[in-house]
């Protein structure tokens, strides 16, 4: 599918990012990215754990028709500066929750996604590029909606602006430790990004 086809951009005039699916020789590379994020940034992703056992169990089981990988990497050293997972579907909480607002999650029509970038990376408009790249893989796939896998904290406040940037709505809010916000994007009601 070309929609999975590795992508080269130009971050700024003296640096190309590839955008990949992540691979089975990755995972030396992604338990890398993992020890390399602050604690902040490591604090707002939580899909799963960063150490090198799930690290490579995840390497060993890539199924994209269950959950797309994508990784960013540095042209030059081939580093990994960003992870996004696009899970079909969503979580078991997260479905729930989606489900208590009356939006049923389908696996077939809808997506969740969470994003990371090093922090070397944040603000410096790879968050877009890697947006552009999951939305064509979500249409390519044939989805109707993403949602936020685990929604997005409160305090991340350049995060909650990200994703409104692209047209997800707060449809509801969380609490786990701190305040949450579920946001969703329907991508028939969006601009052509």
């Known amino acids: 599918m070309e929609a999975f086809s590795p992508e080269t951009i130009q971050l700024s005039p003296d640096e190309s990012i590839i955008i990949r699916l992540l691979d089975s020789t990755d995972a030396p590379k992604l338990t890398a990215y993992f020890k390399g994020l602050s604690a902040e940034?490591?604090?707002?992703?939580?899909?799963?754990?960063?150490v090198e056992e799930t690290v490579r169990h995840i390497c060993k089981t890539?199924?994209?028709?269950?959950?797309?990988?994508?990784?960013?990497?540095?042209?030059d050293n081939q580093?990994?500066?960003?992870?996004?997972?696009?899970?079909?579907g969503a979580t078991p909480s997260d479905a729930a929750r989606y489900?208590?607002?009356e939006i049923p999650i389908n696996v077939e029509t809808d997506f969740s996604i969470a994003p990371?970038?090093?922090?070397?990376?944040q603000s410096r408009g790879l968050g877009s590029h890697l947006m552009k790249k999951a939305l064509t893989i979500a249409r390519a796939m044939h989805k109707e909606r993403i949602v936020l896998w685990g929604g997005v904290q409160a305090r991340n406040i350049r995060a909650h602006r990200y994703y409104q940037k692209y047209g997800f709505i707060?449809?509801?809010?969380f609490e786990n430790d701190v305040l949450n916000f579920d946001m969703c994007l329907t991508?028939?009601?969006?601009?052509?990004?």
């Open 41 to 50: 940034t490591r604090s707002y992703f939580a899909p799963h754990s960063f």
């Open 62 to 75: 890539l199924n994209p028709a269950e959950i797309v990988r994508l990784i960013a990497t540095s042209a």
């Open 79 to 88: 580093t990994i500066i960003a992870y996004v997972l696009l899970l079909a």
């Open 99 to 101: 489900q208590a607002l």
């Open 116 to 121: 990371s970038i090093a922090d070397a990376y």
């Open 170 to 173: 707060e449809v509801g809010q």
């Open 187 to 193: 991508l028939s009601e969006m601009n052509n990004v």
